[in-house]
């Protein structure tokens, strides 16, 4: 028997997946800040599903995850 001993290499590096982790967590921070105004009494509307966080600054954190993940991705490994 041939002792063939393959070293077992991820597709990629160490960084990259710590990058990756923090897109996805910015990306759940930003499903968090879009959470949330509701009514509890479905007779009474509530204007707080209308306001900054939820209209401007969730979505653009969502988007800024996004482009962390791909960034991450798309980082070419130090060979």
Partial sequence: MKN?????EFLFD???YKILLIGIA???IGFILMS???SDNPKVFNDAIFN???IRL???VVLIGFG???YS???SPKK
């Fill in 36 to 38: 949330g105004g509701g």
């Fill in 73 to 75: 991705i798309f980082k």
């Fill in 58 to 60: 969730a979505p653009t």
């Fill in 68 to 70: 962390i993940t791909i």
């Fill in 4 to 8: 063939n001993e393959q070293k077992s």
């Fill in 52 to 54: 900054f966080r939820r």
């Fill in 26 to 28: 910015v990306i759940a």
């Fill in 14 to 16: 160490k960084i990259n």
